[in-house]
Nanobody
Framework: QVQLVESGGGLVQAGGSLRLSCAAS????????IGWFRQVPGKEREFVAS????????DVADSGKGRFTISREDAANRVALQMNDLKPEDTAVYYC????????????????WGPGTQVTVSS
């Protein structure tokens, strides 16, 4: 069982930056891919970015390309999502999720989820 906790959300003005962190309880964290997803009320959860268990395969959704960076900090059992040039449409609850091996953009392929952290971008 992997327990995940997100942190780093908050209120920021458009054009600003936030760094989200996904901390894991599991000692075998380095065998898991981590994905970031986001969700707004009334809409489906959508893929943001993922990183493979080795950190050598990274995928970022088109909405975040050039603005969002995902990185692993295995020594700290943590994955970061650096978000720059934030836009009001980035407002959502952001979730991290874990699955063994390789990342995926599909919600249903992840085994473990954190409770989420709210990101609000004001215009």
């Amino acid at each position: 069982q992997v327990q995940l906790v997100e942190s780093g959300g908050g209120l920021v003005q458009a054009g600003g930056s936030l760094r989200l962190s996904c901390a894991a309880s599991e000692g075998t964290f380095s065998t898991y891919a981590i994905g970031w997803f986001r969700q707004v009320p009334g809409k489906e959860r959508e893929f943001v970015a993922s990183v493979s268990y080795k950190g050598d395969n990274i995928d970022v959704a088109d909405s975040g390309k050039g603005r969002f960076t995902i990185s692993r900090e295995d020594a700290a059992n943590r994955v970061a999502l650096q978000m720059n040039d934030l836009k009001p449409e980035d407002t959502a609850v952001y979730y991290c999720a874990a699955r063994p091996g390789w990342g995926s953009p599909y919600v249903g392929l992840y085994d473990y989820w954190g409770p989420g952290t709210q990101v609000t971008v004001s215009s």
